[in-house]
């Protein structure tokens, strides 16, 4: 409960690239609205390449150990070897394994809402994180006509039921409260079946007391989902997938919108919530003064508002769209000029005037 916390302990592990640059613009961020805040504590970790090339692993069991006494977390960007190198896994991945984050949940708003070539996009896609093909249960055999390759697709009641209902929570939150789920039962009607009945069952379960009645429920297949966010993205509100389908749609919904660095997302588990960009880490401008801070600020009022922060956030949220829409203050990938420090800047001088 949130009333309950009496501060905030926030990690953050900026990692690399451009993770060091937009980090720090997140954690303004916060600061600048932390009077409606428990007493907030910073904990500064280490995780990512650049962490591996000097100690040898990309996640340290003293990062590990620090995130369980912090009530969330911001990730930055990890930059990966073009090769595979020995030793080095994702820091990403295993973070999410080790604090059971089992919803990705990527908020896509467009830039302009105005411009006639881009449709007003303002949906969130929320992926399944833990199971489906990405439990990487795969085999290779020789058969008679040759190699024969197998991959297992885990689809539990449990996992689905506890996406389902962060989507239906996303989605009663919203001003139009829809929510579409996305499968193939046509085709994959067992393990599809299953998600899609259990993401259906979530108003019914015992102590919703019709908590979810004013939800309006749909379904797509994901095929047609897809044409239909390029043709028509207006439509959705919430989207809820399994996590390969989440995986590619939520890549796709942000090819709709200005740039990759105005793209937020939180991890989330039952105990446990780490904000971090959509973006990588940008070796091309990393180090320039020129990454975009929005996606880093977003995904830090993200988490905030998924802590029961509400109006924390939308003050965040508020400064962020009130810089975009005029188009003053950009920085270049938006077709501006200006540096990460002055859009935060501006965007922390938005912040301040709601108070
Ligand atoms: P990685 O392997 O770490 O993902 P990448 O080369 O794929 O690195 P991304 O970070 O995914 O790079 O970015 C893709 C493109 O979008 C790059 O040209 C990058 O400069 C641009 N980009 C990404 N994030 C931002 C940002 N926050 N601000 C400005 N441009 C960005
Ligand atoms: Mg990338």
Not at 15 to 22: H, K, N, Q, R, S
Not at 210 to 216: A, E, S
Not at 231 to 246: C, K
Not at 252 to 259: F, N
């Given at each position: 409960?949130t009333?309950?916390?009496k501060?905030?302990t926030?990690?953050?592990i900026p990692?690399?690239?451009?993770g060091?640059e937009?980090?720090?613009?997140a954690r303004?961020?916060i600061l600048?609205v932390?009077?409606e805040?428990p007493?907030?504590k910073?904990?500064?970790?280490?995780?990512?390449?650049?962490t591996?090339?000097?100690?040898?692993t990309?996640l340290?069991?003293e990062?590990?150990q620090?995130l369980?006494e912090?009530d969330?977390a911001?990730?930055?960007?990890?930059?990966?070897?073009?090769?595979?190198v020995a030793?080095y896994?994702?820091p990403?991945?295993a973070?999410?394994?080790?604090?059971d984050?089992?919803?990705?949940?990527?908020?896509?708003?467009?830039?302009?809402?105005?411009s006639?070539s881009?449709p007003?996009?303002?949906?969130i896609?929320?992926?399944e994180?833990t199971?489906?093909?990405?439990?990487?249960?795969?085999?290779l055999?020789r058969t008679?006509t040759?190699k024969?390759?197998r991959?297992?697709?885990?689809?539990t009641?449990?996992?689905s039921t506890?996406?389902?209902k962060?989507?239906?929570?996303?989605?009663?939150a919203?001003p139009?409260k829809?929510?579409?789920?996305?499968?193939?039962?046509n085709v994959?009607?067992v393990?599809?079946?299953?998600?899609?009945?259990s993401?259906?069952?979530?108003?019914?379960l015992?102590g919703i007391?019709g908590k979810?009645?004013d939800?309006?429920?749909?379904?797509?297949?994901v095929?047609?989902a897809?044409?239909r966010?390029?043709r028509e993205?207006q439509?959705y509100d919430v989207?809820?997938?399994?996590?390969?389908?989440?995986d590619i749609?939520?890549d796709?919904?942000?090819?709709?919108v200005?740039?990759l660095g105005v793209?937020?997302?939180?991890?989330?588990g039952d105990?446990?919530v780490?904000g971090?960009?959509?973006h990588?880490?940008?070796p091309d401008?990393?180090?320039k003064?020129?990454?975009?801070?929005?996606?880093s600020?977003r995904?830090?009022?993200l988490?905030?508002?998924?802590l029961g922060y509400?109006s924390?956030?939308?003050?965040?949220?508020k400064a962020?769209?009130d810089?975009?829409?005029p188009a003053?203050?950009l920085?270049?990938?938006?077709?501006g000029?200006?540096s990460?420090?002055?859009v935060?800047d501006h965007?922390?001088?938005?912040?301040?005037?709601?108070?």
């Amino acid at each position: 409960a949130t009333s309950a916390r009496k501060s905030l302990t926030i990690g953050l592990i900026p990692a690399d690239g451009i993770g060091l640059e937009v980090i720090p613009a997140a954690r303004k961020a916060i600061l600048a609205v932390q009077s409606e805040l428990p007493a907030v504590k910073f904990i500064d970790l280490l995780a990512g390449w650049n962490t591996f090339t000097r100690t040898g692993t990309a996640l340290p069991f003293e990062t590990v150990q620090a995130l369980k006494e912090c009530d969330c977390a911001l990730f930055g960007s990890v930059s990966s070897p073009s090769r595979k190198v020995a030793g080095y896994s994702s820091p990403i991945v295993a973070l999410r394994k080790e604090l059971d984050l089992y919803a990705n949940i990527r908020p896509v708003i467009s830039v302009s809402a105005d411009s006639a070539s881009t449709p007003a996009v303002d949906l969130i896609v929320v992926r399944e994180n833990t199971e489906c093909l990405y439990v990487k249960d795969e085999k290779l055999i020789r058969t008679d006509t040759g190699k024969e390759a197998r991959a297992t697709r885990l689809i539990t009641e449990r996992a689905s039921t506890r996406i389902g209902k962060i989507a239906f929570e996303l989605a009663k939150a919203r001003p139009r409260k829809l929510l579409t789920i996305i499968h193939k039962s046509n085709v994959l009607s067992v393990t599809d079946g299953l998600f899609r009945e259990s993401v259906r069952a979530v108003p019914t379960l015992p102590g919703i007391d019709g908590k979810f009645d004013d939800v309006t429920i749909e379904e797509q297949l994901v095929d047609s989902a897809v044409y239909r966010l390029f043709r028509e993205p207006q439509i959705y509100d919430v989207m809820v997938a399994p996590n390969l389908y989440g995986d590619i749609i939520s890549d796709a919904a942000a090819a709709l919108v200005g740039s990759l660095g105005v793209i937020p997302s939180i991890n989330a588990g039952d105990n446990f919530v780490m904000g971090e960009p959509v973006h990588g880490s940008a070796p091309d401008i990393a180090g320039k003064g020129i990454a975009n801070p929005v996606a880093s600020i977003r995904s830090a009022a993200l988490m905030l508002r998924h802590l029961g922060y509400t109006s924390a956030a939308d003050k965040i949220d508020k400064a962020v769209n009130d810089t975009l829409a005029p188009a003053k203050v950009l920085t270049a990938d938006l077709g501006g000029s200006h540096s990460t420090i002055q859009v935060t800047d501006h965007i922390l001088g938005l912040i301040q005037q709601q108070y």
